[in-house]
């Protein structure tokens, strides 16, 4: 099994949720350990906002040999 994790956000409670569960079925037969979410309240352009997250940790089986993907750091 090989372990992957995706990531939401949104500025919509609903919408987050409706896009988790999006890909929950997208993945159905996979293995999903586990979901964590958060909210936090940030500032833009004098606006208040609420960003809702999160991040789905699942499995999947192997298919051929692994690949390390590399990514260009955003930081």
Partial sequence: MNKKIKLFENTSMMSLEDEVNEFLLEIEGSKVEDIKHSVVAVTL???????????VVYQVEE???RKTAQRESAY
């Fill in 63 to 65: 298919s051929g040999p």
């Fill in 45 to 55: 352009d004098d606006e208040a906002l609420k960003l809702f997250t999160a991040i």
